[in-house]
């Protein structure tokens, strides 16, 4: 009985070693992917315009491909023209919750807003 104890063990020792082993790595291919950028995020989200916008124009004056994302996916919420909530967002400067306040009054903005942002980053982690 006790080889039997020795050997359960051993199995054991070696299966964390190599569990440890793979978990390691996937962690460290995960962050050795850059960034996207707005133009890629402008690029690969471009079916949300449906043919209206260059790409280049849409990702232009936005800080971050999350900012992007989320406005297109606001816009797309609330039904109103991705160009007039971008406007209020790259242009006027007001947070995107605000910035759908402006454009559409009715609207819940900071439910929306939190909406978008959260569409945003499960789309951006989806790609990454």
């Known amino acids: 009985m ?3 104890k020795k050997t359960a063990i051993g199995a054991a020792i070696f299966g964390a070693l190599l569990l440890a082993g793979v978990r390691s790595d ?3 291919r995960a ?3 850059p ?3 707005t133009a890629d995020a402008a690029k690969h989200f471009r079916p949300f315009l449906n ?3 260059a790409s280049d124009d849409v990702a232009a004056g936005f800080q971050s491909a999350e900012d992007l994302v989320a406005t297109l996916h606001a ?3 609330i039904r109103v023209p991705f160009t007039d909530l971008k406007h209020q967002v790259v242009d006027e400067g007001k947070p995107l919750a605000a910035a759908i306040q402006a454009v559409k ?3 819940n903005a ?3 807003a939190d909406l978008a942002r959260s569409e945003a980053r499960a789309d951006l982690a989806a790609i990454k």
């Open 2 to 4: 006790a080889l039997g």
């Open 26 to 28: 996937v962690h460290t």
């Open 31 to 33: 962050e050795s992917r």
């Open 35 to 37: 960034p996207l950028t």
């Open 51 to 53: 043919g209206r916008i």
């Open 75 to 77: 816009a797309r919420n």
């Open 105 to 107: 009054p009715t609207a």
């Open 110 to 112: 900071s439910l929306e």
